[in-house]
């Protein structure tokens, strides 16, 4: 079955470094990746969306890159704070059509001063 | 705009209680859809529709009705209440097109004992 993981359930990182989450797909090829933020008792916040022809997207502080032949997704926060610990989400589909959106279970950042 | 609202934001039903929560959102997406997010299975969907008067069931559909009588409202229905259906219930919507991002509601946080 399709199948989009995240591995570590839990990251603990210092402030000031680079925090990288990792997000795995199997038995598909998806056409985007999206990747959401979720702080404690609220919903995801969507961050950014890479689709499968695009190597690497950045917005400000983040980056994402896809990578067809590993079937993965590296998410990037340079200069991490402490204002960046949450549960960071990542999301797709089997195809680009209408169809509903599949989420890894989610990787907890704690980003230490 | 207010985005996705959920109401009620906590509520505890007795086993075998129905209740109905609300979604509602004010952006004129045609996509809305129920996930339900238990610590360590991450977001899990219940169903999904396309579009007034069209629903579909996602990974998790039983012992929920939903219906889409306006483009506006998504009500979740549970029909007789069970523990296993204690979590945290968010609602989305987004436009049609499965690549586009989704807004989330803020959650309601259910308990039935």
């Known amino acids: 079955s399709q199948k989009i993981e995240q591995n570590s359930e839990a990251l603990n990182i210092q402030e000031g470094k680079t925090a990288t989450l990792t997000c795995n797909y199997t038995?598909?090829?998806?056409?985007?990746l999206q990747w959401y933020r979720q702080d404690p008792g609220r919903g995801p916040v969507f961050l950014l969306l890479i689709r499968e022809n695009e190597k690497e997207k950045r917005k400000e502080r983040l980056k994402v890159t896809f990578d067809t032949t590993l079937k993965q997704s590296l998410f990037h926060i340079t200069a991490s704070q402490p204002a960046d610990s949450a549960t960071y989400l990542c999301a797709s589909s089997p195809n680009s059509g209408n169809t509903p959106l599949v989420f890894g279970k989610g990787t907890r950042l704690s980003v230490i001063a | 705009n207010a985005g996705v609202t959920q109401t009620p934001k906590f509520q505890v039903l007795k086993t075998g209680q129905s209740m109905t929560l609300q979604c509602a959102q004010d952006m004129n997406h045609e996509y809305m859809s129920w996930y339900r997010q238990d610590p360590g299975m991450g977001l899990r969907l219940i169903h999904y529709s396309v579009g007034a008067g069209i629903t579909d069931q996602g990974e998790v559909p039983n012992g929920y009705n939903v219906s889409r009588s306006t483009t506006e409202d998504f009500p979740l229905r549970l029909l007789s209440a069970a523990p296993s259906q204690t979590s945290v219930y968010f609602c989305a919507s987004r436009t049609s097109g499965s690549s586009y991002e989704q807004y989330f509601g803020p959650g309601t946080r259910l308990t039935v004992t």
């Open positions: 038995n598909y090829s998806p056409a985007y």
